[in-house]
């Protein structure tokens, strides 16, 4: 099972900053927190990972409390084309450890 | 970043058919893949695990004489759905672990 909840959709403005929120509160010390977003009839496209620590890419940023009981994706100045599903998981450092999606966060950029 | 890629993209079989879906990873090795089947506005479901040189490892409540996958080499994982029926139509994704997992475009299949 998924171990993290996230609301089942959100809008957001053209132009604004995009928040999504992801809590999971059963997290254990070796699991990072990934993010990935699925473009309609497409395969999913990575977007960042943290550990504990605030992390930004040219994509977005993640937030992470204190705590790692939950976290926030940033798209800071979100475009149509940011319209998607948007996964958080949580999963632990082994690279070949297989990946459980959870129901995500369907956005819908407003024009 | 790495590139994994699916082939074909979409296809039409009829009923009582076998069909064959490659994932290829184009530019790294990779010992594990992954594949998954997403039915409209459900997110993806692992079905199993696919081990180059082993058996896959398949999920509960995936049928593994349906479902066979085959990773006869690091840069290439097939899945043949066999006996297709209408119910199979779905949307197959694998994905491939290289520094990060990355994911391949899908492959569309309804069966008719």
């Known amino acids: 099972d998924a171990k993290t909840t996230q609301p089942p959709s959100m809008d957001c403005a053209e132009g604004r900053a995009a928040n999504l929120p992801c809590n999971h509160s059963?997290?254990?010390?070796?699991?990072?927190v990934y993010w990935y977003r699925q473009i309609h009839s497409q395969g999913p496209q990575y977007i960042i990972h943290?550990?504990?620590n605030n992390e930004t890419n040219e994509m977005a940023s993640l937030i992470i409390t204190e705590d790692r009981k939950s976290s926030t994706l940033i798209l800071p100045h979100a475009t149509l084309r940011d319209t998607a599903v948007y996964y958080c998981?949580?999963?632990?450092?082994?690279?070949?450890?297989?990946?459980?999606f959870g129901k995500g966060t369907r956005l819908h950029i407003l024009p | 970043g790495a590139v994994v890629s699916q082939h074909p993209s979409r296809v039409i079989c009829k009923s009582g058919t076998s069909v064959k879906i490659e994932c290829r990873s184009l530019?790294?090795?990779?010992?594990?893949m992954f594949w998954y089947r997403q039915f409209p506005k459900q997110s993806l479901m692992l079905m199993a695990t696919?081990?180059?040189?082993?058996?896959?490892?398949?999920e509960q409540g995936v049928e593994k004489d349906k479902f066979l996958i085959n990773h006869a080499s690091l840069t290439l994982s097939t899945l043949t759905v066999t006996s297709a029926h209408p119910e199979d139509s779905s949307f197959y994704i694998c994905?491939?672990?290289?520094?990060?997992?990355?994911f391949g475009q899908g492959t569309r299949l309804t069966v008719v």
């Open positions: 059963t997290i254990s010390g070796n699991e990072y």
């Open positions: 943290g550990l504990k």
């Open positions: 994905s491939a672990q290289d520094v990060g997992t990355f």
């Open positions: 530019d790294f090795q990779a010992t594990t």
């Open positions: 696919s081990n180059e040189g082993s058996k896959a490892t398949y």
């Open positions: 998981i949580v999963r632990p450092t082994n690279r070949d450890d297989k990946i459980i």
